[in-house]
């Protein structure tokens, strides 16, 4: 069955939210795309969100684990999509040395431990089996104390999440873990409609005022209709493009509820360019002006039809959160 | 309107935020900015009011103006995820 682009662009975008909200859990293995089970037999004329568990609970014994906190219930569906629930355990094929100290290779960098922090690597909250964009380094305009800059929903990522909650680095879907903790969530702008958050660096690594493959932020500035952009980020690496609005006010969808994010910023691929401008994984990246390397917005969506960047104004993102950036004049 | 008039960016700012009150509560309506016209093919393209929304064919029931204050008011297709 051949899917057009856009089929699979939503496909991965159901997918990439099954995995946030369900892979933590104990008894998932493994979430995927493909055909469901009935009877014993793949059904081929039919599509679906596969979650692989360890037990396939029902009924009362699926009630109690749920009440009891071991497990969640899985919807019928995800974005338009039937789910399935099989069972499936799965071991590794490879080994590695030595042994306790066991991670997966990363051959990206970006997705691996960096004993100096800057912006554009990997990190997530300590619960979620994700990963998003350490933005960069901002300061606390009262107390002084450094924090990581990056999105309400790469270090919150939870309606019911309180201050004081770990930020891993690398994520945690990059193999971080609690000996990765490098930060702790101190205050978010989502109630100021902006999906932004701080965490206080808790001085186990340093943090520097760096870009990965680009530099220094060397300030803030507003973003104005045709300015040539550019970021470091997680997923996408260094992308360019070109701001094509600002003053925006979008809809977007955070799980159970639907949030207004306010002063967003569209950002295309250059013209003449057939850029990529950003995938899940860059939420958090600066955007920083070509020229200047001011930043002037903090990426946190995006859309492949057409290739889009979302950002929102970094000046208001700072304000809100009572924040300055480190940078270099 | 040219954006280079002095009174543009009050003027857009006023009408987005009519716009937002108006028809960002719509399940189709993803995102209301100011930005470069989509019609304007010309060297010096002018800035509008956008409505973009999740599919294009639900834009006419909409009932969107045509333009405001003089700034016209588009349509765009576009549906936004967290990344």
Same mark, same amino acid.
């Given at each position: 069955m051949n899917d057009?682009?856009?089929?699979?662009?939503?496909i991965r975008m159901a997918l990439d939210k099954a995995v946030g909200r369900y892979l933590?859990?104990?008894?998932?293995?493994?979430?995927d795309f493909g055909y469901p089970e009935c009877d014993g037999q793949l059904v081929e004329s039919k599509r679906a969100i596969c979650f692989h568990v360890s037990q396939k609970l029902s009924g009362l014994r699926l009630e109690t684990a749920v009440a009891a906190g071991q497990t969640q219930e899985i919807p019928p569906s995800i974005d338009g999509f039937?789910?399935?629930?099989?069972?499936?355990?799965?071991?590794?094929?490879?080994?590695?040395?030595?042994w306790w100290n066991w991670r997966l290779p990363q051959s990206d960098p970006r997705a691996a431990r960096q004993e100096v922090l800057r912006g554009g690597i990997s990190i997530s909250d300590e619960y979620h089996n994700s990963y998003g964009t350490l933005g960069g380094l901002v300061r606390d305009r009262i107390s002084?104390?450094?924090?990581i800059l990056s999105n309400w929903h790469v270090l919150v990522a939870d309606w019911n999440a309180r201050a004081g909650q770990r930020i891993y680095q690398p994520g945690r879907l990059d193999g971080g873990t609690g000996a990765d903790a490098v930060a702790t969530l101190t205050r978010d702008a989502m109630p100021v409609n902006l999906d932004a958050a701080v965490a206080a660096l808790n001085r186990s690594r340093r943090l520097i005022n760096d870009q990965y493959d680009l530099g220094s932020v060397r300030g803030v500035a507003q973003p104005t209709v045709g300015m040539s952009v550019v970021k470091s980020g997680r997923r996408t690496s260094v992308t360019y493009g070109r701001v094509e609005a600002i003053e925006g006010a979008a809809q977007i969808n955070y799980g159970p509820v639907d949030r207004v994010i306010r002063k967003v910023v569209r950002i295309l691929p250059r013209v003449g360019f057939q850029d990529q401008v950003s995938e899940p994984g860059d939420s958090g990246s600066f955007w920083l002006n070509t020229g200047t390397r001011q930043a002037v917005?903090?990426?946190?969506?995006?859309?492949?039809?057409?290739e889009t960047a979302v950002a929102m104004d970094m000046q208001t993102v700072i304000n809100a959160l009572n924040v300055d950036l480190v940078f270099v004049a | 309107m040219s954006s280079d008039d002095p009174h543009f960016w009050e003027k857009a700012l006023r009408a987005r935020d009519q716009l937002a009150a108006q028809f960002l509560g719509h399940p189709d309506v993803s995102l209301i900015d100011i930005g470069l016209d989509p019609e304007d093919h010309t060297s010096a393209q002018r800035n509008a009011l956008r409505v973009h929304v999740r599919r294009l #064919?639900?834009?006419?029931?909409?009932?969107?103006?045509? #333009?405001?204050?003089g700034i016209p008011v588009r349509v765009l297709e576009g549906d936004y995820h967290p990344d």
């Open positions: 057009d682009a856009k089929t699979l662009s939503r933590s859990d104990p008894n998932i293995n493994l979430i039937s789910t399935d629930v099989r069972e499936g355990r799965f071991r590794l094929s490879l080994q590695q040395w030595p002084g104390v450094e924090m917005g903090l990426h946190f969506a995006g859309a492949n039809f057409p | #064919e639900t834009a006419k029931s909409l009932g969107l103006p045509g #333009e405001i204050d």
